[in-house]
């Protein structure tokens, strides 16, 4: 088999070194143009547990695991014994003991894998933990599949002017993908309501402008989801409003250079973050961003797999 990376855990991507990364995205482009799934000599036993609503993230892992011959324990929460109290690291307990060996995790809490991590340490729990998305946090399945977009349009990243637009505060999307767009030398930009940018935390990745001084000069231009359910209160909230002050319009879309591409981690308000008819636009990525999400995470759960000497390998 071809030399791949290795991993215990796929949790972040804040310290993911970037050969990984390339790694990474030539192992999910093979998968996507036919290459082969490992042999795995002994069955791999995988879980999916979903505390927060998911349809792209959950479905793609599912389609990766299976496309690697994984064997799937199905879970669903509200049917399971976290109904009756039973804390995230004794449902882990519970499924390690009867022999899942793969657990992927979204979860409300950030950050909620380090204790896991650390009594995977101390020998409590023997499970690969893949983040499939922890609150604010992290989204690294999101983020990869992110990149594996942007490579396949530019061939590269440096130099590349990227806006990331939107619901900042709240998005883990924004988060994961700075970091690593930074790392890989992208000139990033931020946009949107200026009350969801920190320029504490977002103003050392790049700057805030609005949208209608960016829209004519990125290469990417990504919007973000409005993550109503994370608002403690919004009386005031208009999408029309929101539309057209921060979104991306038919109007901006003809601004936009001619390879330049929209991007959108889905789940999309139309009319919204941006124009329903753009959505399937020729400069829209958005549902590539979804194929790509099966070749990143079947690459992913190939790391983990390997780090673990799992499948008799
Ligand atoms: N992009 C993303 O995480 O979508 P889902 O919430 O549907 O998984």
Redesign the pocket.
Known sequence: MKECVKMSYFVSVENLPLADLNQLLERASYFKNNGRSPKFNQPIYAANLFFE??????CSFEMAERKLGLTVIPFDPAASSVKKGESLYDTLLSLNSIGVQLAVIRHPENNYYQSLIDLNANQQLDLGIINA?DGSGQ?PS?SLLDMLTIKEQFGHFAGLKIAIIGDLTNSRVARSNMQLLQRLGAQIYFSGPKYWYDAAEFGQYGNYLPLDQLVDQMDVVMLLRVQHERHQSETDFDASTYHQMYGLTKERYQQMKDNAIIMH???INRGVELDSDLVEAPKSRFAEQMRNGVFIRMAMLEAVINGRKLGGI
């Open positions: 609503n998911s349809t792209r993230t959950h998305g989204h999101q981690p889905g789940p």
